[in-house]
């Protein structure tokens, strides 16, 4: 009757160790400091995603932050001027709490900009020709106030996007496709203030790619093969960018169940 007693109490000492030494993956918040690596300032408005819940956050006046995260989730923070970090959450971040991260300050070098002027001669009939005209239909994204150049309205634009869906070798299909679980994060991406707020100010596509899984080529080919202009694609901000694939995304679900 020992022997089993004891035996019993050493199986829950045991079951009751491993469950004290597991680490808890649940979702739970975590803290720390952003830094400059170079200086140890302290940097404001760094914006943090979690690229594996989809919520975003940014630094506060010292520093500091808190974001919902779990073992395992990859951090994404960005600042502009410095090098973007992807940091993994580990069992000893949740478990301990803050943690100071470093960010390395980039060297910006402006290129050249050359603005050719558009030189009047004062005669109507010839300024006329001379101004250049832009013929790209002009969209409206919900949420935002302002339009934005999306592409032309072409008569075969139609028949461009339904042969790029049902041809299997396209880039579209491909992309698509192989990226369903990394696209369908566009309408959480959509609802969370903090990620829309850090998009609008963005130029660089370079949460858009930590978010979605794509290079900058890729996005530039899924917004071409969805009818976006030139201008769009060169100009617009990574809000809109998101939009624009979130909208395409779902024009094309919607066809490829036809």
């Not at 940091?87 to 971040?93: A, F, L, S």
């Not at 309205?153 to 028949?159: L, T």
């Not at 496709?177 to 990620?195: T, Y």
């Amino acid at each position: 009757m020992k022997r089993i007693l004891l035996y019993i109490l050493f199986i829950t000492g045991i079951t009751t160790y491993a469950q004290e030494d597991t680490p808890d993956t649940t979702s739970g918040s975590i803290s720390g400091n952003v830094l400059n690596a170079a200086t140890e300032r302290t940097l404001e408005n760094v914006h943090i995603v979690n690229l594996s819940q989809v919520i975003g956050t940014i630094t506060d006046n010292d520093g500091g932050f808190s974001i919902q995260a779990k073992v395992n989730d990859t951090l994404y923070f960005s600042y502009i001027g410095y090098k973007p970090l992807r940091i993994r959450v580990t069992n000893d971040w949740v478990k301990f709490g803050d943690v100071k991260i470093k960010m390395t300050e980039l060297g910006i070098a402006l290129e050249e900009v050359v603005v050719a002027d558009v030189q009047l001669t004062g005669y109507v009939e010839i300024d006329v020709k001379r101004i250049p005209i832009y013929n790209n239909y002009r969209y409206s994204i919900a949420g935002l106030n302002s339009g934005y150049e999306g592409g032309s309205r072409q008569p075969g634009a139609v028949n461009k996007v339904l042969g790029a869906i049902f041809n299997p070798a396209d880039f579209l299909y491909n992309i698509f496709s192989k990226r369903s679980k990394e696209l369908k994060k566009l309408r959480k991406m959509k609802k969370d203030d903090e990620i829309r707020n850090l998009l609008e100010t963005k130029f660089d596509r370079a949460t858009l790619m930590a978010l979605l899984q794509i290079d900058r080529l890729d996005i530039d080919e899924i917004l071409r093969n969805c009818n976006y202009s030139v201008d769009f694609i060169r100009f617009a901000n990574d809000l809109q960018i998101l939009d624009a694939i979130s909208e395409c995304y779902e024009e094309y679900k919607v066809l490829d169940r036809k």
